[in-house]
Nanobody, 116 residues
């Protein structure tokens, strides 16, 4: 069983930065690939970034490549998303999730709002 809690969201102006955190419970945190997703109003949930269990491999959606950085600290059972040069179109609820073959554990989400 894995429980995920996101934090770090908020209201910022375009061009500013935020760092999201995803704290996980459970001893198997370091065994799984993980990812960040987001869902804007009226849109489907989309993947933003993912990271392998070791942190050695990452993937980014084209829309965030070069601006966002995903990382994890398995000793702290925490995953991060550093978001720089934020744009109004980044406004969404951001979720972290665990991939155990399917994305079957999700956090409750944290709101990110970017004003122009």
């Amino acid at each position: 069983q894995v429980q995920l809690v996101e934090s770090g969201g908020g209201l910022v102006q375009a061009g500013e930065s935020l760092r999201l955190s995803c704290a996980a419970s459970g001893r198997a945190f370091g065994s799984y690939d993980m990812g960040w997703f987001r869902q804007a109003p009226g849109k489907e949930r989309e993947i933003v970034a993912r990271i392998s269990w070791s942190g050695g491999s990452t993937y980014y959606a084209d829309s965030v490549k070069g601006r966002f950085t995903i990382s994890r600290d398995n000793a702290k059972n925490t995953m991060y998303l550093q978001m720089n040069s934020l744009k109004p179109e980044d406004t969404a609820v951001y979720y972290c999730a665990v991939d155990r073959g399917v994305w079957d554990y999700w956090g409750q989400g944290t709101q990110v709002t970017v004003s122009s």
